[in-house]
Antibody, heavy 119, light 108 residues
Framework: EVQLVESGGGLVKPGGSLRLSCAAS????????INWVRQAPGKGLEWVSS????????FYADSVKGRFTVTRDNAKNSLYLQMHSLRAEDTAVYYC????????????WGQGTLVTVSS | EVLMTQSPGTLSVSPGETVTLSCRAS??????LAWYQQKVGQAPRLLIY???TRATDIPPRFSATGSGSEFTLTISSLQSEDLAVYYC??????????FGGGTRVEIK
């Protein structure tokens, strides 16, 4: 069974930093691109970042570019999102999401971790 | 960036009815479109990809069609468990991947 389990969310002050983790199991992690997608409270879905299977190709939404960094450790079947200079508008549930191997549709989602940016 | 617009914002329907949800792209996305279902308190689930291909374990009452910039998701014989928000997503022109704002399906 494919599993993606996020952790690391919490309350952080504006301007602060936080590191999210995603532990994957049930599939061959190093053959899939993984994405972060977020959802502000009561709002829709917003794509945040994508990292290719080997980590060679990395993309970010303009809203987080320069502040967020995505990395992966294929030996540990893990994905990370380092977030700096956090803003109130970064408040959201962050989902770790597996990308289909042939197209950029998201076929498996974690349960999400809530990040709250507030003073 | 491709803007995705979904309509209507909310649909109220009775069990057993058929509902049609619309999704429009600001430019052609070919057939590179997916649909997701999100129930309250849950993560989204992939329903449809490549415009009309059902994902694993998705029942046939969910069907979809379209191409270019106009797409529809149809739920036949709506069941109470279909109460959810439905999102479309394009992956033709990315980054960024973009989602529609969602359509909420309510049960009368």
């Amino acid at each position: 069974e494919v599993q993606l389990v996020e952790s690391g969310g919490g309350l952080v002050k504006p301007g602060g930093s936080l590191r999210l983790s995603c532990a994957a199991s049930g599939f061959t992690f190093d053959t899939y691109s993984i994405n972060w997608v977020r959802q502000a409270p009561g709002k829709g879905l917003e794509w945040v970042s994508s990292i290719s299977s080997s980590g060679t190709y990395i993309f970010y939404a303009d809203s987080v570019k320069g502040r967020f960094t995505v990395t992966r450790d294929n030996a540990k079947n893990s994905l990370y999102l380092q977030m700096h200079s956090l803003r109130a508008e970064d408040t959201a549930v962050y989902y770790c999401v597996r990308e289909n191997q042939w197209l950029v549709a998201f076929d498996s989602w974690g349960q999400g971790t809530l990040v709250t940016v507030s003073s | 960036e491709v803007l995705m617009t979904q309509s209507p914002g909310t649909l109220s329907v009775s069990p057993g009815e058929t509902v049609t949800l619309s999704c429009r792209a600001s430019q052609s996305v070919g057939r590179d479109l997916a649909w997701y279902q999100q129930k309250v308190g849950q993560a989204p689930r992939l329903l449809i990809y490549d415009t009309y291909t059902r994902a694993t374990d998705i029942p046939p009452r969910f069907s979809a069609t379209g191409s270019g910039s106009e797409f529809t998701l149809t739920i036949s014989s709506l069941q109470s468990e279909d109460l959810a928000v439905y999102y479309c997503q394009q992956y033709n022109n990315w980054p960024p991947v973009t989602f529609g704002g969602g359509t909420r399906v309510e049960i009368k």
